[in-house]
């Protein structure tokens, strides 16, 4: 198991950034594919960013490509997404997740299913 837990959510002005943590234990983390995914009141889980194991290669949702930036420090057993220019349209729960070991790829990195292990959430709330 990756227990996975996320951090620094908030309020936000619109145009403004927040860098969101999410911390895993396990000795197993730097060999783990990582994800970030968002879901907002009445909607589905849609995905945001993911990094692979050695954050070599990083896919994102076009909705948030050139202003979320997602990294990891594998010494930290840290992911983290960095969040610019900020709109309303992005205010949800972000939640990070990891999929079981080696079944990460280019064909499934987007799904929620693809994703084993989840965190609690953390708010993200960007004001008008």
């Known amino acids: 198991q990756v227990p996975l837990v996320e951090s620094g959510g908030g309020l936000v002005q619109a145009g403004g950034s927040l860098r969101l943590s999410c911390a895993a234990s396990?000795?197993?983390?730097?060999?783990?594919?990582m994800g970030w995914f968002r879901q907002a009141p009445g909607k589905e889980r849609e995905f945001v960013a993911a990094i692979n194991w050695s954050g070599g290669i990083t896919y994102y949702a076009d909705s948030v490509k050139g202003r979320f930036t997602i990294s990891r420090d594998n010494a930290k057993n840290t992911v983290y997404l960095q969040m610019n220019g900020l709109k309303p349209e992005d205010t949800a729960v972000y939640y990070c997740?990891?999929?079981?070991?080696?079944?990460?790829?280019?064909?499934?990195?987007?799904?929620?299913?693809?994703?084993?292990?989840w965190g609690q959430g953390t708010q993200v709330t960007v004001s008008s």
């Open positions: 396990g000795r197993a983390f730097h060999r783990n594919d």
């Open positions: 997740a990891a999929p079981p070991i080696g079944t990460f790829n280019s064909r499934n990195y987007y799904l929620p299913r693809t994703y084993d292990y």
